[in-house]
């Protein structure tokens, strides 16, 4: 079976071909976010409109090199993300099943970032621990097997990759400034600045960021942002974020018991992050996953992966399709039984 992959919650137009015994065969990805820059941020009108320009063309383009002329399946990102983004996706898949009479099905965006690892050479076996950090969502996921999730923690109120972004903007880094952000902070000093690593005092899982970019305000209105104190600033935010989420995962995995980890989403491409959750997860004698950096953005491919694994359990799309701006992992229903 070829499932087509086509992902458009936000700002990237994904495409990918995937078959379940050959592989990722191909995959194609057009960032918005030059269009997006003098902005400061993602306007949503701005978003569909390039998604309806681009869509199209791009999965012509992935077929080809995918050397098929059409999919046994099309799996599209539903949401949660951006409505109209949403629905320029679930428009072009619905009607591409339908003119080519084969099962469309709608992706949730986080369970396609969760399993973005299984793509890679040694996947995860389940069950195992998720820690999600995107643009939109920070979650902390027991996986007891595909579809069948449990939220252990969740934000209080920005997501991690809100965080970056938000903080990227106080130190004067264009949009989009997450990776920006890890990028000036490779050459700040850790230690000059402090700041707190939220919530971690008190127990539970969840996590609360949206404080950080007012301690990160109050430093740069004090100490100025010459272009050391600002590599600084953000070694110390980096720092705080990346602790935090290290700490989390290992109360996480030490309450559960689960030895395997994977991280995925946007901020899973952060070094620092990566580099932090491997070393803790050898103290604790477990094992880590991440998807390759391309991957832990949002793509196709994982769009392409998390349909196939949900089209072989025989589930499919009606004819009328949905967009669902918000929608929590949680409800989604389940392939497997626990
Ligand atoms: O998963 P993603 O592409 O889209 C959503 O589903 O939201 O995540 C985007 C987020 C953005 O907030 C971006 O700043 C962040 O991921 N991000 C990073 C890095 N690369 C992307 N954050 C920290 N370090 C990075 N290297
Ligand atoms: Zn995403």
Redesign the pocket.
């Known amino acids: 079976m070829y499932v087509l992959g086509i992902e458009t ?2 700002d ?1 137009t994904g495409v990918a071909v995937y078959h379940p015994e050959r592989g990722l065969l191909a995959h194609l990805l057009h960032s918005q976010a030059s269009l997006h820059r003098d902005y400061g941020g993602v306007v949503p009108e701005l978003a569909s409109r390039n998604h309806i320009s681009r869509t199209i063309l791009l999965i012509r383009d992935v077929l080809e090199a995918a050397g098929i002329t059409k999919a046994d399946g099309i799996a599209y990102t539903a949401g949660p ?1 951006l409505v109209g983004a949403l629905l320029v996706g679930a428009a072009i898949g619905r009607s591409l099943a339908y003119a080519w009479g084969k099962p469309a099905i709608a992706v949730h ?2 369970e396609a ?1 969760l399993l973005a690892p299984m793509l890679e050479v040694h996947p995860p076996d389940f069950p195992f621990l998720a820690l999600l ?5 920070t979650q902390l996921v027991q996986v007891d097997a595909p579809s069948v999730y449990y939220i252990l923690g969740d934000t209080l109120d920005d ?4 965080a ?2 938000k903080t ?1 903007k106080l130190l004067g880094i264009e949009y ?4 920006q ?2 990028v000036l902070a490779e050459n700040g000093r850790t230690g000059v600045f402090t700041f707190p690593r939220p919530m971690t005092a008190r127990p539970g899982l969840d996590f609360s960021f949206s404080g950080l970019k007012t301690q990160v305000l109050n430093t740069v209105t004090a100490s100025g942002s010459d272009e050391q104190t600002r590599a600084d600033i953000a070694r110390a935010f ?1 720092d705080a974020v990346v602790d935090t989420l290290i700490i989390k995962c290992r109360r996480a995995m030490r309450s559960t018991g689960l030895k395997r980890l994977i991280a ?4 899973s ?3 620092q ?1 990566r580099e932090g959750l491997t070393r803790m997860i050898g103290e604790e004698g477990g094992r880590i996953y991440f998807p390759r ?1 391309e991957f ?3 793509n196709g491919a994982m769009i392409a992966y998390a349909g196939w694994l949900r089209l072989q359990s025989g589930v499919q799309e009606p004819l009328a399709f949905a967009a669902y701006p918000r929608w929590p992992l949680q409800d989604l229903p389940r392939v497997v039984d626990p």
């Open positions: 919650s936000c990237e993300g965006h986080m970032h950090v995107s643009g939109g969502h997501a991690a990759g809100e970056f972004d990227a989009p400034g997450g990776s952000l890890s980096v995925a989403g946007g901020v491409a952060n070094r992050l950096p832990c953005t949002d």
